[in-house]
């Protein structure tokens, strides 16, 4: 007869197998059908805010330069320290595509906790045209990107426009390791809650928005303390009565964790901001670990059932990781890695709710419970 404990540890662990299922279906149907793009062109300013450079930078940062639209395009890329290592990253890609109208911003100027914010902020006085695209520096862009985020920013009502992300490899274990995260946890995490409207998204991988809606809710200074930016910056909109659409197109995040400390420190800032932004969304996110509850029915004693519920856990991320690399055109991940992943996911999500420090780029924070920054 199986314990409690044991029998506990499986019903979770067999709900877990069931929404991994769950996401298995919703991840199929995930863009939809694609659509016919508008011949609208509005002029843009991309605004990328940039601190060190990786191997991946030009190569992310060229993807926004071989935009195939129409429209004149304005790229502004920003730096606080002009000694920067990405100045002569953003001086190669000018070298590359001397078509392009280029501008770097490098000042020094704090508005707040966030540098990402600050750096924002020092950049909007270059900004030439009303409709502002910005996006994280290790994000990387299909050749449709601005013209599929300009058709989605034109329905009526859509204040702002987001991206989904998929993980791409740089190299090394912890670089796949770090891409296996996004694929099999965070992507279908979050499109089961598009779906379901429980998820609210508007992240850093892109935030498109027009300079009158982002003046009404107080510019980037207004979110200069806040960890959690680019929700802040959704939250804020919607307030305001204002839809954050979600482009129907995946990006790329460029994953460049060269170690077990970075890869870390990197996902346990994640888990501690959305545990910040939404506690209760976060929390049930337990259910979403079936493979460590199947483990801990093992360990209590349910050796056959346990058994059996972990190869099921496992199968049931491997196919949703196959789900995903089939209707994304994905480069296939190393299956051997997921029982791996699936037990640091759950080890990070545990350690999370033991604190509220977070590391971001070399400088320690906490987070208050409002989602603000204080220098640690």
């Known amino acids: 007869m199986t314990a409690l404990p044991a029998f506990l540890f499986l019903f979770i662990s067999g709900l877990g197998c069931f929404y991994l299922l769950c996401a298995c279906a919703a991840s199929l149907k995930f863009p939809g059908k694609a659509r016919v793009l508008s011949r609208k062109a509005p002029a843009i300013t991309i605004l990328k805010p940039l601190r060190g450079a990786d191997s991946s930078l030009l190569s992310n940062l060229s993807s926004f330069c071989a935009q195939n639209y129409p429209g004149d395009v304005q790229l502004i890329f920003g730096v606080m320290e002009r000694d920067d290592p990405a100045t002569l990253i953003v001086q190669q890609l000018a070298a590359s595509f001397p078509d392009r109208k280029i501008d770097l ?3 020094p100027t704090i508005h707040g906790t966030n540098a990402k914010v600050s750096n924002l902020v020092n950049m909007m006085d270059r900004a030439c045209h009303d409709c502002l695209v910005l996006a994280d520096s290790d994000i990387r862009v299909p050749p449709d990107y601005l013209r599929q985020i300009v058709d989605t920013l034109d329905a009526a009502g859509v204040c702002a426009v987001t991206c989904l992300y998929f993980g791409m490899t740089a190299s090394g274990l912890w670089s796949r390791l770090s891409a ?3 694929n099999s946890h965070f992507l279908p995490n979050a499109i089961v809650g598009l779906r379901s409207r429980l998820a609210t998204p508007c992240f850093g991988s892109t935030i498109a928005i027009g300079r009158k809606h982002l003046d009404e809710i107080g510019g980037f200074s207004a979110f200069s303390d806040c960890l959690a930016d680019d929700y802040a910056i959704g939250a804020a909109l919607r307030q305001k009565g204002g839809a954050v659409a ?15 400390k970075e890869l870390w420190n990197h996902e346990l800032r994640w888990a501690r901001t959305i545990r910040t932004v939404d506690p209760r ?24 059932s346990g058994l059996g519920m972990a190869i099921l856990a496992v199968s049931c991320r491997i196919l949703l990781l196959r789900v995903i690399a089939r209707k994304h055109g994905l480069v296939a991940p190393a299956y051997w890695l997921t029982p791996i992943r699936d037990l640091l996911s759950f080890a990070i999500f545990v350690w999370s709710y033991r604190g509220r420090s977070v590391e971001w780029k070399g400088r320690h924070y906490i987070v208050k419970p409002s989602g603000t920054l204080t220098a640690n």
């Open 180 to 182: 296996l995260a996004i």
């Open 246 to 260: 979600i482009a129907p197109l995946l990006v790329a995040h460029e994953c460049t964790e060269a170690s077990l």
């Open 105 to 107: 911003v490098a000042d």
């Open 281 to 304: 969304g976060y929390a049930g996110s337990l259910l979403t670990h079936p493979l460590p509850f199947a483990l801990l029915a093992l360990a209590a004693g349910a050796l056959t």
